[in-house]
């Protein structure tokens, strides 16, 4: 379809972020995959050949920003998608790159937050680390809006030779929207030899933050005119809505619904520095102003700091999470920006009417509680199966440090992990828990991780393990690729694109020193229960390597399963409501409960016949033909 002499297509948010990058005219891209940012990389990636541009996933966040910024002293605009979790480790070196400079090239951060958490451990807004490192912000609110910011994202970049950051969210960049798309333009930059000089901020950092200061001034003003920023007021508007990034389609949308021409919006992509003229105009003559953001009052707070000084008679009534009209926590949606719009205008709101709301219970009480799990024949629920047998063993005396991973849903099968906090966290903790025999501490230790976690960020914590002599064991759930965000490739991996290097787990470890190194397979369910039974009772640092199945990526390069021989169930043998093992505690998501005849059943549509059960029934009622 064409429009105006451009062409419209379905794209999600990042993907519209990705076609920006194209349109931009970037050379260089490099990430760490992680819910909700992985797409964009993953889209550049299928393109890089055809568009000659270098595309890569980096070891970690950190890693990867530091290998966009060489790229970008060099010349060559490059793009660095992350997620919220994943700003935090690049921070450190965010926050002198900003000093420093990102040369001629341009430098894009991409950051992905995820309000409520949903595939993250936290809810954290970044925008807190654009006003950290004084660098711009930039916040879309639609899909175009997402394509079309980011070759401005560059030119800002370019012109002031700093770091600009665009902000994301979940519904943003997974929703899907028509966008108009551009040329890709061909390429306009050259790579240097050298790079630019001092490259460094000491041993006067404080000057350089003063240019930093100066620059973010500039851009301020720059920002005043901003054809971004979109206002829409009525000549009686007596409510203001100031909205960010994808708030503002709710915004848009609840005040359709309740046909109020009193309500003006404000819709806000320049958030950091703020546009202070344009916003102190448009709130002029206004009695209330309602915030519309996610998560923190992050926008709410500078504007409120921003009118200290005005004169009472001139400064509007603020709404928002301060004052309780919007929660501080968790997703922005049309009702509630409903309400509180109709709180504040004194009109009656009923969101539903009483035979909907009856419907929507009726149809909760039909829902069926589902708690996480691991997928069917998942090796990572057999290494927890026997992490419990072993616990069981020791009478509770052992405590399971964790992180970030599919194995993270260790915590939800009998609590069987004990932690789960940021990726290598669980290494770490192990470290200071190791040390702790010679006050008292009774426990043994194991600290578990997977084969992408562990190049990502647990090999310092490995060494200081060793340096430090803990007394721990290290599981290393190994299925060779990072399964979590869509099965890419990592150091470890076993399947290598052109020019990358196979680096092996094992070899690493024994380089560090680790008083033993074993290795077991994780579908060997008694086996990895007497390895690891025999490990956590020897003293020292100890490792082990678990051979691991991720049964997802299996089945992208297995045809079938059907010359694997067929589970079933001897009744005969079977103890049915006596025991319950089998579906209860060790829950494989193939074998379900037949309530009528009171045994268990397996679910051939998802079974895979993997065999981990038969190694669970007590009593040998589950067999392989």
């Not at 404080?206 to 009525?234: A, G, P, V, Y």
């Not at 206004?286 to 953001?293: P, S, Y």
């Not at 679910?603 to 029934?617: P, S, T, Y």
């Amino acid at each position: 379809m064409v429009k105006s002499g451009l062409r419209e297509k379905l794209m999600s948010g990042n993907e519209a972020i990705a076609r920006g990058a194209l349109e931009a005219g970037i050379g260089f891209c490099s990430s760490y995959p992680g819910t909700p940012s992985t797409e964009i990389t993953t889209t550049l990636m299928k393109t890089a050949t055809e568009h000659d541009i270098y595309v890569e996933w980096s070891v970690n966040e950190k890693v990867a920003l530091e290998a966009a910024a060489g790229a970008s002293w060099a010349g060559v605009p490059a793009i660095c998608p992350m997620k919220s979790l994943g700003l935090n480790v690049a921070a450190d070196f965010l926050l002198n790159l900003n000093l420093s400079g990102t040369g001629k090239g341009g430098l894009v951060v991409v950051v992905c937050d995820d309000p409520r958490g949903h595939s993250s451990s936290n809810e954290q807004d970044s925008r807190f680390y654009a006003e950290a490192a004084y660098l711009p912000l930039l916040e879309p609110a639609t899909c175009q809006q997402a394509k079309d910011i980011i070759p401005y994202a560059f030119e800002l970049s370019r012109k002031f030779e700093i770091p600009v950051i665009v902000r994301s969210t979940t519904r943003l960049s997974h929703s899907r929207a028509a966008v108009k798309v551009g040329n890709i333009s061909k390429r306009k930059w050259s790579v240097t030899d050298g790079l630019p000089e001092r490259l460094y901020n000491v041993p006067n950092p404080h000057l350089r933050h003063s240019d930093l200061l100066e620059k973010l001034e500039i851009i301020s003003q720059e920002f005043e005119d901003s054809e971004w920023n979109s206002l829409d007021s009525r000549d009686s508007t007596n409510l203001l809505t100031v909205s960010t990034g994808i708030c503002l389609r709710y915004v848009e949308e609840a005040i359709d619904l309740l046909d109020d021409n009193k309500v003006g919006s404000l819709g806000l992509v320049t958030t950091h520095p703020l546009p202070k003229k344009f916003l102190l105009k448009a709130m002029k003559d206004v009695d209330n102003v309602l915030f519309a953001e996610e998560i923190d009052p992050f926008v709410e707070d500078a504007i409120r700091s921003l009118s200290v000084n005005r004169p009472s008679g001139e400064t509007p009534q603020f709404h928002g999470k301060r004052t309780g009209n919007v929660p501080a926590f968790g997703e922005m949606n049309t009702d509630i920006l409903m309400e509180a719009i109709a709180g504040i205008q004194g009109v009656d709101y009923e969101p539903h009417d009483v035979e909907t709301l009856a419907a929507v219970e009726k149809a909760r009480d039909l829902l069926l509680a589902r708690s996480l799990t691991f997928c069917a024949a998942c090796t990572h629920r057999n290494v927890y199966w026997a992490i419990r047998k072993v616990r069981k063993k020791l009478k509770g005396n052992l405590v399971v440090a964790g992180d970030i991973g599919c194995y993270s849903l260790g915590i939800f099968y009998d609590e069987s992990m004990n932690s789960m906090q940021a990726m290598g966290s669980g290494i770490g903790t192990a470290c200071g828990l190791g040390q702790l025999g010679r006050f008292g501490f009774n426990s043994k230790v194991v600290a578990v991780a997977g084969d992408s976690t562990f190049f990502h960020a647990c090999i310092p914590a490995l060494v200081n393990a060793r340096h430090k002599n803990a007394d721990i064991t290290f599981v290393i759930l190994d299925n060779s690729t990072t399964a979590m965000t869509g099965f890419q490739s990592h150091p470890g991996s076993g399947t290598q694109a052109k020019n990358e290097s196979h680096v092996s787990i094992e070899k690493v470890v024994n380089a560090i020193g680790a008083d033993s190194v074993a290795t077991g397979d994780a579908a060997d369910i008694p086996s990895v229960v007497e390895l690891l039974h025999k490990t956590v009772l020897k003293k020292g640092l100890h490792v082990i390597i678990l051979a691991s199945v991720c049964r997802l990526e299996e089945q992208k390069r297995v045809a079938g399963y059907d010359t694997e021989p067929e589970v079933y169930i001897d009744l005969e043998e079977c103890s049915g409501e006596k025991c319950r093992i089998c579906v209860d505690d060790f829950g494989c998501t193939a074998m379900s409960w037949d309530c009528e005849a009171g045994h268990p059943v397996i679910l051939e549509h998802l079974c895979v016949r993997c065999g981990a059960c038969v190694a669970v029934c007590p009593h040998g009622a589950i067999r392989q033909r």
